[in-house]
């Protein structure tokens, strides 16, 4: 039964080490070695706690959050909502792209072939392919993480200090270390991922019955995402740092691999950062489609036809072709596309964070199934330092933008 339920937590999860997820793994562990090993566990913790509750409204309400938002709080509260996920899904498509670009850039592809074929490939998957197909490949880029578990062993850090610094908190008052620290966070949760997760479980049609085998899903998918962040900060640890190599990027820390750890272990690294840009450049566009849909009450759905739910497909296919575009036109704004989606990312987390915990506290809503005491303070306290971090996170960017 519980391969059966396997999916929307593990795909979800596991798409949050997305191109700007892996840059941010990357340069912690270039630019602070293995002092920063020892949040991923509080970070999978809040992780956790977040996804369930998603997939638990999602399983028995059988109704996606962007349809609860707007039956109990309002169309004004949609509509808002609305614009700053599309823009947030339109910017972080970029950002995937981007991704894409650099990764096969290492190979010698240029992103002029790459980012066309690549848009036109995650397009047909969903245009042409049933749920069940969608998430078999979805399944399966998965899996192609393992490539950042091996490029990390490739590196042969010392696993002993690797270990040490995962249960032994270190900390430091230094602004750079502060900024670092709060990015990691701030890219463990994404206003995103609560309104797909929801939406997939709803489409895959997990019941009450069955959402004991859900919450699996959630929880092993949100531990294989903080293995995969393990490996790639204690691997840029054990040669870019050690070497004081500094980088800007995950394609740059591909690159500085070579001569470190050897050209494959640089090859599967970007591989993985192929593989995880091309993966969120199909989730992303998704999610907004979803979200978009259930708040103006379209059809929706990877199961429907073209025919049954025009406009969701419509708007995944405006969102890939913009982004893929912005990333092909000459002298385009890439960095400030790319700066002003994370902004909006972070404004939009904290109300939808606020939304989701009102909704899942309801009786009328969830009967037997809302949060108890222990669960709702864990949450809460998530939600609140979330929050906190996002918007410090997002008063630094804008002051550094500016």
């Known amino acids: 039964m519980f391969l059966a339920i396997l999916g929307p937590g593990i795909i979800t999860a596991n798409v949050d080490n997305d191109a700007g997820g892996i840059t941010t793994y990357s340069l912690a562990g270039a630019q602070f070695g293995n002092a920063l090993l020892w949040t991923l566990l509080p970070i999978g913790i809040a992780l956790i706690v977040m996804q369930e509750m998603g997939a638990r409204m999602g399983a028995i309400t059988g109704k996606g959050l962007a349809d609860l938002i707007r039956e109990n709080f309002g169309v004004k509260v949609t509509f808002f909502l609305m614009v700053a ?78 270990l040490s610094a995962t249960v032994r908190p270190s900390f430091s008052f230094d602004g750079k270390f502060l900024a670092m620290l709060i990015a990691l966070v701030g890219t463990s949760i994404a206003p995103w991922m609560q309104f797909y997760l929801q939406s997939a479980v709803v489409d895959k049609g ?63 690294f970007a591989f993985g950062l192929f593989n995880a840009s091309l993966f969120a450049a199909s989730i992303l566009p998704l999610s907004t489609a979803y979200f978009v849909c259930e708040g103006m009450g379209w059809e929706r759905g ?51 964070l606020i939304l989701v915990l009102l909704l ?34 997002v008063f630094q960017m804008v002051l550094g933008g500016g």
């Not at 981007?98 to 036109?120: D, T």
């Not at 575009?325 to 890439?334: D, G």
């Not at 009328?364 to 410090?392: P, Q």
């Open 85 to 162: 996920m599309i823009l947030v899904g339109l910017g972080n498509t970029c950002a995937e792209f981007s991704g894409v670009a650099a990764s096969l850039e290492i190979y010698g592809i240029s992103r002029y072939i790459s980012v066309p074929l690549g848009a036109f490939a995650v397009w047909l998957l969903v245009i042409k392919g049933s749920y069940r197909r969608v998430e078999k490949v979805f399944l399966f880029a998965c899996v192609v993480y393992l490539s950042y578990i091996l490029s990390g062993i490739m590196a042969k850090p010392d696993w002993g200090t690797v």
């Open 206 to 268: 997990v019941t009450r019955q069955d959402y004991k085998y859900s919450r699996l899903d959630v929880i092993v998918g949100c531990i294989g995402m903080i293995i995969v962040a393990f490996f790639i900060v204690a691997s840029c640890s054990a040669t870019l740092f050690a070497n004081h190599i500094e980088v800007k990027s995950a394609a740059d820390a591909a690159e500085a691999l070579k001569p470190l750890a050897g050209k494959y272990c640089a090859y599967l």
């Open 302 to 352: 990877v199961d429907r036809t073209l025919g049954e739910a025009p406009q969701f497909y419509g708007l995944y296919t405006a969102i890939i072709a913009l982004g893929a575009a912005i990333i092909l036109w000459p002298n385009a704004p890439l960095l400030g596309v790319m700066f002003w989606s994370q902004v909006l990312n972070g404004v939009t987390l904290a109300p939808v």
């Open 360 to 393: 899942i506290n309801r009786k009328d809503l969830m009967g037997e199934w809302v949060n108890g005491k222990i669960f709702n303070w864990i949450a809460w306290i998530t939600t609140v330092l979330m929050i906190a971090l996002t918007l410090v996170l």
